[in-house]
């Protein structure tokens, strides 16, 4: 008997199997930090920036199941680093994967991977904005995790990002540090709609450091 | 009194309205077989109305005195205008039988001496390829009148054959009678695996369900059936079948005795109601044979349930193309079209009874349709053009519903709804989970198996429940 909004735990688990990095267990802590750490309500099925550190696949899998269920479908999921994706964009076609970079614009849930060493292509932001907005027509989900290593110049490589992120109204969570505000819940979150900017005179709600 | 050519001939001319002769002229030579006296009249005819000056009845009557004497029945009355066309139908249908007698009667003196076998089929061939009209001599009642409950006898209609999957009836609403509803996979695209989800839960509401088995045995399908049945009633995994231990004889003791407690409660419960019959049980190889098997279908459906038949399933449309009929067709797609006009007529007129029922279709998707749907953006999104060799399908069927085995993700399958006459269109593909090793479609009813997304926020799964 079918039953409304609800998944089958199984398929949900075989399909977000192959996140499950290391040891299990250490990955099942992960996973409960990642949870306690991050409102998925603050993203809404829509783009969002995230700057984590660590446990950047089990903030993948929450966000795949979360997104599953909302959605009450089990949800494709690409995930790729920045380099890699605009090392595509920018091959010959006839030696690019046409079918990696198909799934990128096209999957349920597109994950990229930034951090300091992918910064090695002048258009890398500028790619990845057209990603967010062929991505955001077709009302689907792009996470930015961007993976900090060293606090210090994160926010000085991700400012073009940011900006675009802020100007759109965009969601921005920070799950290290000080660096930034922390996570900032929208006013009125809708899956159809761009969520929130990050509002540094605005009192966070969740204030959350890792 | 008969109508003859020559009747029609001076009752066209007698109208006196250049257009509608000259119509009516044309419609004649097209129709009907002329003799060469009508065919110079016709000739004198034209000629006068290009001219500009139409000829008399009286001029035909004096000119060929010798043919409109001859005729007897034009002594009497002119046809009016509005009774030229069905006259026209009736004289259409004598030729036609008086040609037919001929040939028969030529035909049944060469068999006799000894015609040659591919002679004979051509021969028959060509014989059945005759259009026999008829005239409906009753005016069909309209349709829109006063009605003490409308809205009772619309929704009447709905109470109709399930689907498996209810999601499929929010968009398209029940199967109703008198439709003709596609079910549509590339291969390996769980056809089979739906068509008997579909038969067993009718079956199982009391409906009464033809199951046509062509690319199969029956056995088989009756295993697959059972453990589909042992899937629906499950409530522990446990309890669950696999068919591939089936398959490898590799059951222990206690899941034999289940197996066969099911499989006899199956029969028990439902038989009365789902009729499985293979193609080694059938003779299909002409419409009549099928017409033939389809009543004795519906007997039997009566004499066990009191009712006769509700739905039939035909698995699979395109092995009827290796059928026997022998008007020449130029490419299988054609003999596959007939079949599918067929069934359409069966479901509206069953055995031209005044009753309907409905029609279950599975088909092949084409190779061309299957390879767009497979790219990430149209994923599982067939067009009403997806049908292989059939396209009468496109127009025929009521609803037309594609099945797409999901790669990506283990057991499932993506339900497109590309035409639907009572119903909307999915914006998306519907995510339908799919068991090919239990032959089960839609979700298992396992303690347990499922998650909302209330349960995981508020842990009542936890992330140990899902990574095990």
Redesign the interface.
């Given at each position: 008997?079918?039953?409304i909004?609800?998944?089958?735990?199984?398929?949900?688990?075989?399909?977000?199997?192959a996140l499950?990095s290391g040891d299990?267990f250490k990955?099942?802590e992960e996973?409960?930090l990642a949870?306690s750490l991050l409102d998925p309500h603050a993203i809404a099925y829509a783009p969002a920036l995230i700057y984590s550190s660590g446990i950047r696949n089990a903030i993948c899998y929450y966000l795949g199941?979360?997104f599953s269920?909302?959605m009450n479908?089990?949800l494709?999921y690409v995930v790729i680093t920045g380099r890699q994706f605009v090392d595509q964009i920018f091959l010959p076609s006839d030696i690019r994967d046409h079918?990696l970079v198909?799934?990128v614009?096209?999957?349920g849930i597109t994950f990229i991977i930034l951090s300091q060493f992918d910064y090695n292509n002048q258009f890398l932001e500028s790619t990845l904005i057209d990603l967010i907005e062929s991505r955001t027509l077709d009302k689907k989900a792009t996470i930015i995790l961007y993976e900090i290593t060293d606090s210090k110049t994160a926010h000085s490589l991700t400012k073009k990002i940011e900006d675009y992120f802020i100007a759109n109204k965009l969601t921005i969570i920070n799950l290290v540090g000080n660096a930034l505000n922390a996570a900032v819940k929208p006013p009125n979150p809708k899956p159809s709609m761009q969520t929130t900017a990050t509002d540094n005179t605005q009192k966070p709600k969740n204030k959350r450091i890792l | 009194m008969t109508n003859t050519v020559c009747t029609i001939l001076l009752s066209i001319v007698e109208v006196k309205d250049p257009q509608y002769i000259s119509a009516k002229i044309s419609l004649l030579e097209r129709e009907l077989t002329l003799t060469e006296v009508e065919k110079k009249i016709v000739k004198d005819i034209k000629e006068s109305i290009s001219v500009g000056s139409p000829v008399t009845t009286e001029f035909i009557k004096d000119k060929y005195s010798f043919y409109v004497e001859s005729d007897s029945n034009v002594l009497g009355t002119l046809l009016g205008r509005d009774s030229i066309d069905s006259a026209i139908t009736d004289i259409k249908v004598s030729q036609l039988r008086t040609m037919l007698a001929k040939e028969l009667v030529e035909l049944g003196s060469d068999v006799k001496r000894d015609l040659d076998i591919n002679e004979l089929r051509s021969r028959i061939g060509k014989l059945t390829s005759h259009k026999l009209v008829t005239r409906n001599t009753q005016i069909p009642e309209n349709e829109l009148k006063v009605k003490t409950n409308a809205y009772a006898e619309v929704t009447a209609e709905g109470e109709g054959l399930d689907y498996p999957i209810q999601r499929i009836e929010h968009f398209a609403g029940k199967a109703i009678p008198g439709t003709v509803i596609g079910i549509l996979a590339f291969a390996g695209g769980f056809k089979s695996t739906f068509a008997l989800n579909l038969a067993y839960t009718n079956a199982a509401r009391g409906k009464n369900m033809l199951y046509l088995i062509l690319e199969d045995t029956g056995l088989n399908i009756v295993d697959r059936v059972v453990i589909n049945h042992i899937a629906c009633t499950a409530l522990d995994r446990s309890e669950l079948i696999d068919a591939t231990w089936v398959r490898d004889n590799k059951l222990l003791p206690d899941q034999i005795q289940h197996y066969n407690k099911k499989h006899n409660e199956l029969a028990t419960k439902y038989g009365k109601h789902l009729l499985m019959w293979d193609s080694a049980k059938l003779e299909y190889h002409t419409f009549p044979d099928m017409t033939n098997l389809l009543r004795d279908a519906d007997n039997l459906f009566k004499k066990e349930t009191g009712r006769g038949i509700d739905g039939v399933i035909i698995d699979q449309l395109s092995l009827l193309k290796y059928t026997d009929i022998t008007k020449k067709y130029s490419y299988t797609g054609e003999i596959l079209n007939e079949w599918v006009s067929y069934f359409r007529k069966q479901a509206l007129k069953f055995l031209d009874e005044d009753r309907q029922i409905v029609v279950f279709l599975i088909s092949q998707i084409n190779r061309e349709s299957y390879m767009e749907a497979s790219k990430p953006k149209k994923k599982g999104r067939y067009d009403i053009t997806c049908a292989a060799e059939a396209n009468e399908l496109e127009r025929a069927l009521a609803t037309m519903i594609t099945l797409y085995k999901d790669l990506d993700t283990r057991d499932t399958v993506l339900i497109n709804i590309p035409k639907s006459r009572r119903g909307m269109v999915p914006e998306n593909p519907i995510q339908v989970e799919a068991y090919g090793n239990y032959f089960h479609f839609g979700p298992l009813n396992l303690k347990g198996e499922q998650v909302t997304l209330n349960d995981f926020m508020n842990n009542e799964v936890k992330f140990e429940d899902l990574i095990k």
């Open positions: 008997m079918e039953t909004n609800a998944l089958s735990i199984t398929q949900l688990s075989n399909k977000y199997t499950v299990k990955f099942l996973l409960k949870k199941t979360y269920l909302k479908e089990i494709d079918q198909d799934r614009f096209n999957t | -």
